[in-house]
């Protein structure tokens, strides 16, 4: 960095700390004026694809973003601190601030409980592979990413890990590590998220910086020397922030962009210059110190003839240039904020198949590595000297050595390794649920690539605990099924399946005891039967085994219910279907019915006659009960589907009006009520000081006040949204009776719903009784997942917004009294893209396990008083030999169980015409044989006795139809 653009920063830097007074056109203060001549327009990435132009510019003036008021720091160590986004004097010196992460970090919600409920985090085996840049090295075998609402940092020599939990109790956004590696920086989610800055290894909180953003951070980066950092933030504001972090003081600030900004970093040459990038856009940026005050100038790249990409890796080279990657691969090399040449392989081959992720300069070599799972390594000389006289064609290279990662891997960012013995070492994000240590070298004694952890990829879309054990199986989008030992916080065994992941249970004790059964649906219609046995490679380890694989279903399989006796599997799944299955050796089908949509939830209730019924809710409110299909002898040689199997339905209808409206009524009158209370009290302490003259104006006060109190606020309704709300859970209560839990508008109450009465046309259903649900926020969260605790007392659920929430019932869920106002609350998913879909408690309620939409599996100890006392002896996983697997289905598009029988009842039919065909073709011919003898026994006879050839035709009028016909088809020929 030269020498004018060092003092030129430490002068921005100095000025901004001190709070330099100059014009309104300072920019870390967002109320600014810009200057006349400071001003580009900038063109937003939708209108610039619609016009195919690239019209973009320097910075223009953009809305005021949050934190315009002075932002709030803490209080340091014998002074108050007045500090924030406009640079306030702070003193000569900086005072040692001090803070206790104990008392700052986001604890559990307690309402209206006195007891000592809580959960005890106690693992968790998950990770967010496929959120940008989560992967940061801090030591030798330390590396740390965000899991929910908690950062995790992994111990890769011995596995342990170690969580912290955010300070404002949402979600983390973003990781970036010092440069020293001796400070971790997390940008949070939520409400106005701070940035916090913790020391390593001790894992102290050192600083905090606040107004950085409104709701979300997703990038961050310190500078070079490390005494600035760079943030950026998510919707709505996507706010780039400069910090002088040591000082908790903003710098600069300024809109980056329009959309989301994945990006931002600085020049490890010139730490006055940042770049950040996102959709349809890179943006090179300048920090300046001019006449008017302290600037963050930016330019946005023009991408000219080359079609708008989105940006998510780039790396500033030494002489200015920039070289970013692009969504289809190849390589552009950016100068002055044009494209000065775009990069690809020889043969026009593209550097990637798909997005490029991330590029590093190393040692006079570019290190691009993309979701192709693939890393390759640059000459730098000959990219930084690229460059072409066909404006149309690409500069062609080859890289000087590749590295495949490994199979279906898809690389999301690379961390070099701390450890200064191993130079070429460097971990890997892999997106398909990975992370990997990978030797970027050319010699020929390179390592392999070696997996050091494995995790889901993608939304959690099954789980379930043993009900013999302290074991927990799950499954996720990817289409991995994961067994986990809760004791030991070990992953017992896992395998990959194709297909994509949809639903999953734990074989109840009915089906086997001890059970080592695991049922898992799959996204195309496939459903799995495997066992848990020893493995045959690993010694003491365990695998999962294909017992038997068949296809119910033509599309995803959303849920599965076993029968009370164990006689029977129901499968659910959206294609509108509900599949019997013969539980056996072989899982033979019985048949299907239709639902009016696609099945969300299915449970079985247990009657008095021991048969059971099953309870199908559908996604447009619907509610379908049948009885066991064993009951009945059905007809399946044509189809599987079970027509006379009776089904009776019911449609939920909205009653949400009603309910808030008797809510609002009553809250009404009791504020009503409180106001004539405290009147009267008024009223009576009046009469005590003021005697008999009181009377008279006490009726005046009455007779002015009484318009007031008639008088009612009027609040914004919310918004009906048209269609029916879905089914989300279900919870059975009674024998036919079932609690469910609604999305969309009708969120915000359990509602108690039964079959009793229900036709076999389907007929709207009000609830019978609701419980509702406390608001958070002031907003109606949908509960994704519902359970009880052993003794019933307790009512866990999970919501969207990650929540875990203990509900001590105050009655029975049946009981019309019982009500969700005592609860214990935490957040430990995200609370962006995190909804808890998941919950389910051990056999002995020793542990809660939870999984959510953002791939996080979480296990937790539970402390519940009057819950049953777990034995004192650890249930343990009894497992098989190994067996034979099963013949797997492949082909995904493999019929389903119903489409090979109509396909095979079709062939059936097509065989049988064949036959037909075949017979009356045969009898065609011995006639035709018949006739020709005929015809020749008649030409051998005398001519007096021959028959003329007309004679032989027996009705003329067929043989004029056939001419007729034949002379149209040459016509039509």
Known sequence: MSEENQTEVEEVVTAAAEGREGSTDVEHDTGHQTTKGEVEEEVEVGEEKAAGTDEAGETAREPEGPGEEEVNAPTSVGETKDGGAHGEERGEEEKEISYNYDELKSGPEVVNISENIYLELHHSFGYECQKRSNLVVLDKSTVAFSAGNMVEFLHLSSMNQHCLRSLGGGGIGALAAHPSRHYLAVGEKGTQPVIAIFTFPELGLHRILRGGTEEAYSHMDFSGEGDLL????????????????????????????????????????????????????????????????????????????????????????????????????????????????????????????????????????????????????????????A??????????????????????????????????????????????????????????????????????????????????????????????????????????????????????????????????????????????????????????????????????????????????????????????????????????????????????????????????????????????????????????????????????????????????????????????????????????????????????????????????????????????????????????????????????????????????????????????????????????LPLHSMCLSSSGRYLLTGSSNGVVRINRLTAPLSSSSSSLGSYWALGVHDNHNGAVTHLSTTCDGRYVISGGADGNIFVFSTHLPAETTPTATTPSLEVQSPTKPARDIEDPNHYSIEDAKQKAEHDRQLKQAEMKKNSVRKEVGRLRRTFLQLVQRNVQLPLPLQLAADEFIMDPSLEAGMRERAQQQVWQF
């Not at 090399?333 to 392989?345: A, M, N, P, Q, Y």
């Not at 949400?656 to 504020?671: F, I, N, S, T, W």
Request: with cysteine; proline share 5%.
């Open 230 to 385: 760079a943030s950026v933030g998510g919707h709505p504001d996507f706010m780039l922030t400069v910090w002088d972090w040591k000082k908790e003081s903003i710098v600069l600030r300024y809109k980056a962009f329009s959309q989301d900004v994945f990006r931002v970093s600085f020049s490890p040459e010139d730490p006055g210059q940042l770049t950040t990038s996102g959709t349809g856009h890179i943006r090179f940026w300048k920090m300046a110190s001019t006449f008017t005050g302290l600037k963050l100038q930016g330019q946005l790249g023009k991408f000219g003839r080359t079609e708008l990409s989105d940006i998510a890796a780039y790396v500033e080279l030494p002489d200015g240039k920039v070289l970013s990657g692009t969504e289809w691969g190849n390589l552009l090399l950016w100068d002055g904020g044009f494209i000065k040449v775009e990069i690809s392989r020889k043969n026009m081959k593209f550097c990637h198949q798909g997005m490029i992720e991330a590029l590093f300069l190393d040692d006079g070599e570019l290190i691009s590595a993309g979701a192709d799972g693939y890393i390759r390594v640059w000459d730098f000389e000959t990219i930084d000297n």
């Open 387 to 780: 460059d072409i006289t066909d404006e149309n064609a690409a500069f062609e290279m080859d890289p000087l050595t590749e590295i495949r990662v490994g199979h279906d891997v898809s690389l999301k960012t690379l961390a070099r390794s701390a450890d200064p013995d191993t130079p070429t070492l460097w971990y890997a994000q892999d997106a398909a649920g990975a992370i990997w240590r990978v030797d970027i070298t050319s010699s020929h004694t390179r390592q392999s690539p070696e997996k050091l952890a494995s995790y889901h990829s993608g939304p959690v879309r099954g789980l379930d605990t043993s009900p013999s054990g302290h074991q927990a199986a799950s499954i996720g989008h990817n289409g991995s099924v994961r067994v986990y030992d809760l004791d030991s916080k070990e992953l017992l065994c896992h395998t990959p399946f194709s297909g994509g992941g949809a639903s999953l249970i734990w074989a109840p004790p009915t089906v086997e005891t001890p059970s080592t059964t695991i049922l898992a649906g799959f996204r195309d219609g496939i459903l799995r039967v495997l066992h848990v046995e020893q493995s045959k490679k690993r010694e003491g380890g365990f695998q999962l085994t294909l017992q038997h694989a068949c296809k119910p279903h033509s599309q995803p399989i959303t849920c599965l219910a076993v029968h009370p006796h164990g006689e029977i599997l129901a499968t659910g799944s959206a294609d509108c279907t509900v599949f019997f299955l013969h539980i056996s050796e072989k899982y033979s089908p019985i048949g299907f019915i239709r639902t009016p949509s696609p099945v969300t939830s299915l449970h079985w209730s247990a009657n008095r006659e021991g048969g059971g019924k099953l309870v199908a809710c559908c996604e447009d409110g619907s509610m379908v009960e049948t009885g066991s299909p064993l009951d009945g002898d059905y007809d399946t040689s044509k189809s599987f589907y079970l027509q006379p199997l009776p089904c009776l339905v019911r449609t939920f209808t909205s009653i949400k009006d009603r309910l808030r409206a008797e809510e609002e009524e009553a809250r009404q009158v009791a504020e009503r009520e409180k106001k004539r209370r405290e009147k009267e009290a008024a009223k009576q302490r009046r009469k005590e000081q003021m005697g008999d003259d009181y009377v008279s104006e006490e009726e005046e006060v009455d007779e002015e006040g009484e318009g007031g109190e008639e008088a009612e606020v009027e609040e914004e309704e919310e918004e009906k949204p048209q269609g029916p709300s879905p089914i989300l859970s279900t919870l059975p209560a009674g024998e036919r009776g079932f609690w469910v839990s609604m999305g969309g508008y009708d969120a915000g109450y359990l509602y108690q719903c039964s079959m009793e009465g229900a036709k076999s046309e389907p007929q709207l259903y009000e609830a019978q009784n609701t419980i509702p649900i406390p608001a958070y926020d002031g907003r109606d």
